[in-house]
């Protein structure tokens, strides 16, 4: 369960029963016939896939870049976290669960989770910290209206870490039926991986529509925005093995100013454990777990996916910062030149483009679009 010196199970004794059931479980079902056929279906009928991509030609001709988006913001529900939501969801229905739990920041993996238990028939149980319950409520009302029973978490900072150890405790208590949808490339073994394996759909369409589109040549940059990591595993995995291909993953450096916190472990971070993986995180030198910050909820949480610390370690990846202005100056500009309003999360990637724009000259980029923009639309009297 680990990725070169990162991941791994540090989780307390009493929680190992689920984890080893649950990787005894992706063994036998993960490779039925069962299970891939009726996961394709429902990708297909369910979320619509194949998730097209798109060229914006009037912010490539503006930048200087040739710009392109894989648009998981297309998916029904609005973003990427519903792969990973239908293949856990279908993995534990097929172990006999009949409820889901998860965490949410964003809202958008509550949302995606519920989804889910609504198409298999079984029941959603959120936890979302009190501050996030006020800062995504339309997400938080279009969970209640599907059926979820969400749980505002009030201990500690009321944010999603705090989501998950309580997440985490409800599962401990409860493992008999439910099934803990763990909504990011992070967490114990098997998480990463597990959450890795339905997310990596993203690159293995992109990279053949890319190819495709661009008379059998394949992009020049590959960049997705990085909160726990899934959404960029999953448009980094299979563009690995192509050394012509960079990969840039982009963390939030909240307002920018020094000292303030923001939500960039693999920029600064140090070496720690922290729901039950060992990687890297905003930390005191004792610690302590550093409060975070983004304008975007997805990215605001102070630890990584191993898998991402160890890419960074072996120099396959590159990681980046953008801050909450850079990003919002990337929300306004998709919104206005291509008409296709980001997630907040996903502008800090499409930033990218236009920071780094001298060094991109020419080149393609190719950008995980990994969620839609409509529950970030309270923003608006800020910035317009
Ligand atoms: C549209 C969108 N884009 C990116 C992210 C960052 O999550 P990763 O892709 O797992 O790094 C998110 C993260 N959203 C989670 C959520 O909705 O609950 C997040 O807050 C936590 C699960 C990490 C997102 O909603």
């Given at each position: 369960g680990?990725?070169g010196?990162?991941g791994?199970q ?5 929680l190992?029963?689920p ?7 992706m063994e ?6 069962e ?9 297909k009928?369910n979320?619509g896939?194949?998730?097209?991509i798109t060229y914006?030609?009037n912010m490539?001709?503006e930048l200087?870049v040739?710009?392109?988006l894989?648009?998981e913001d297309?998916?029904?529900s609005?973003a990427h976290?519903i792969?990973?939501t239908l ?7 097929m ?17 995606a ?7 298999l028939g ?8 009190a501050?996030?319950?006020?800062r995504?409520a339309p997400?938080v009302?279009?969970?209640r209206l599907m ?5 505002a978490?009030e201990?500690g ?5 705090d ?7 409800r599962w401990?208590?409860?493992q008999e ?7 990011t490339?992070?967490g114990?073994?098997?998480?990463p991986?597990l959450?890795?394996e339905?997310q990596q759909?993203?690159s293995?369409e992109a990279?053949q ?5 661009n ?5 020049d ?8 990591g899934s959404n960029?595993i ?11 291909v960079k ?8 307002t920018g100013?020094?000292?303030?916190h ?22 005191t030198?004792?610690g302590?777990?550093?409060?975070s910050?983004?304008v975007?909820?997805?990215?605001d ?7 991402h ?6 120099g396959?990846a590159?990681?980046v910062?953008?801050?909450d ?5 990337a929300f306004?500009?998709l919104s206005q030149?291509?008409?296709?309003i980001?997630?907040?999360?996903s ?22 679009l990994?969620?839609r923009?409509?529950?970030d639309?309270?923003?608006?009297d800020?910035?317009?």
């Amino acid at each position: 369960g680990y990725f070169g010196d990162f991941g791994g199970q540090f989780i307390p004794e009493l929680l190992m029963p689920p984890l080893i059931e649950l990787e005894e479980a992706m063994e036998r079902i993960l490779p039925s016939e069962e299970f891939k056929t009726r996961f394709a279906n429902m990708l297909k009928e369910n979320v619509g896939r194949p998730s097209t991509i798109t060229y914006c030609p009037n912010m490539s001709k503006e930048l200087g870049v040739e710009l392109w988006l894989k648009r998981e913001d297309l998916n029904h529900s609005g973003a990427h976290k519903i792969n990973n939501t239908l293949g856990q969801g279908l993995l534990a229905k097929m172990m006999g669960k009949e409820v889901l739990l998860a965490e949410t920041g964003a809202g958008m993996h509550g949302v995606a989770t519920t989804v889910a238990a609504a198409m298999l028939g079984m029941k959603a149980v959120i936890y979302m910290g009190a501050t996030d319950v006020v800062r995504q409520a339309p997400n938080v009302n279009r969970m209640r209206l599907m059926g979820a029973e969400i749980v505002a978490v009030e201990s500690g900072t009321k944010t999603l870490k705090d989501a998950i150890n309580e997440a985490l405790r409800r599962w401990l208590a409860d493992q008999e039926n439910t099934h803990y949808c763990f909504g990011t490339a992070a967490g114990p073994h098997p998480f990463p991986k597990l959450v890795r394996e339905f997310q990596q759909i993203i690159s293995k369409e992109a990279r053949q529509q890319f190819m495709d589109r661009n008379d059998g040549d394949l992009p020049d940059v590959v960049v997705a925005c990085v909160g726990g990591g899934s959404n960029a595993i999953g448009m980094f995995h299979n563009f690995v093995p192509d050394e012509s291909v960079k990969i840039v993953g982009v963390e939030a450096a909240g307002t920018g100013e020094p000292g303030c916190h923001d939500s960039a472990p693999l920029d600064h971070g140090t070496d720690g454990i922290l729901h039950g993986m060992k990687t890297k995180l905003l930390q005191t030198k004792e610690g302590q777990i550093l409060p975070s910050h983004s304008v975007a909820p997805g990215l605001d949480y102070p630890g990584v996916g191993p898998e991402h610390a160890h890419l960074q370690d072996i120099g396959r990846a590159e990681y980046v910062t953008v801050n909450d202005a850079q990003a919002i100056n990337a929300f306004k500009m998709l919104s206005q030149r291509e008409g296709i309003i980001p997630a907040l999360e996903s502008s800090h990637a499409v930033a990218y483009a236009i920071e780094h724009k001298e060094e991109l000259q020419g080149k393609s980029v190719l950008v995980c679009l990994s969620g839609r923009g409509d529950k970030d639309l309270g923003i608006l009297d800020e910035i317009l």
